[in-house]
């Protein structure tokens, strides 16, 4: 612990009670730390974020209805200012990679939750990266790669925007093409376009080989 800790207002989201509440149970132990703002889910996550304006949001990767990745894009892009945390059952080379990118300053494994939580945080609120020797080993590890000219599947391949990879995890939680427009503001013509674009980028031919595609990239649980 720093003597001096900055006072912080800190939003959590995950789907899972026992995570938001024990999460929530550590930081309001920290003098000056105070939760305002509790989600369930992604989408959740970005309206509470965009209304409470938290200095701190700390992201569960997988979520319902938008993923971690996904909602730390959109928090982002309206509240450059907030940083971000996220945690993960899953450390994949990409997934750190494209949360890195997204503007995540800090990435912990939840396994790793309770060793690493307050530094991250104190990290975070002085607006400084803080990464586990871990995932800095993947991060370094990405930019040799890409200084050699590597480039990994996904790059090579065709990668989703975000809008896209959004689509693509409501088609696999099961909403049908006018609960995404629903969902997403859009009609459902150009819902159907989307998904029509999606399958056809990621050289799929059923919704099936979507739902398969979005475990393996961990945009949904299976």
């Known amino acids: 612990m720093t003597?001096?800790?900055?006072?912080?207002?800190i939003l959590i989201a995950d789907d899972?009670?026992?995570m938001r509440q024990g999460t929530r149970a550590v930081i309001e132990q920290q003098p000056g730390w105070n939760v305002?703002?509790?989600?369930?889910?992604?989408?959740?996550?970005v309206a509470q974020a965009?209304?409470?304006k938290p200095d701190i949001v700390v992201l569960d990767m997988t979520m319902p209805e938008l993923n971690g990745l996904d909602a730390a894009i959109q928090i982002k892009r309206e509240l450059p200012g907030t940083e971000l945390l996220m945690f993960t059952a899953h450390e994949s080379d990409g997934l750190i990679r494209n949360a890195f990118e997204?503007?995540?300053?800090?990435?912990?494994s939840k396994s790793e939750a309770h060793h690493f939580l307050v530094e991250a945080i104190e990290s975070l609120g002085r607006h400084k990266p803080f990464f586990t020797a871990k995932v800095s080993e993947i991060l370094f590890s990405n930019i040799l790669n890409r200084a050699e000219g590597r480039r990994d599947e996904t790059e090579a391949g065709q990668r989703l925007s975000?809008?896209?990879?959004?689509?693509?995890?409501?088609?696999?939680?099961?909403?049908?093409?006018?609960e995404v427009a629903e969902a997403l503001g859009i009609s459902v013509r150009t819902a159907e376009t989307h998904r029509a674009s999606i399958?056809?980028?990621?050289?799929?031919?059923?919704?099936?080989g979507l739902v398969r595609y979005a475990i393996r990239n961990k945009?949904?649980?299976p």
């Open 3 to 9: 003597t001096a800790t900055p006072q912080l207002r």
């Open 16 to 18: 899972h009670d026992v």
């Open 36 to 45: 305002c703002g509790l989600a369930s889910n992604g989408r959740e996550a």
């Open 50 to 52: 965009r209304e409470l």
């Open 102 to 108: 997204a503007g995540v300053k800090s990435f912990i």
């Open 162 to 178: 975000a809008r896209e990879r959004e689509i693509v995890q409501l088609i696999a939680e099961g909403k049908s093409n006018k």
């Open 199 to 208: 399958l056809r980028k990621l050289k799929l031919d059923s919704i099936a």
């Open 219 to 221: 945009i949904i649980e």
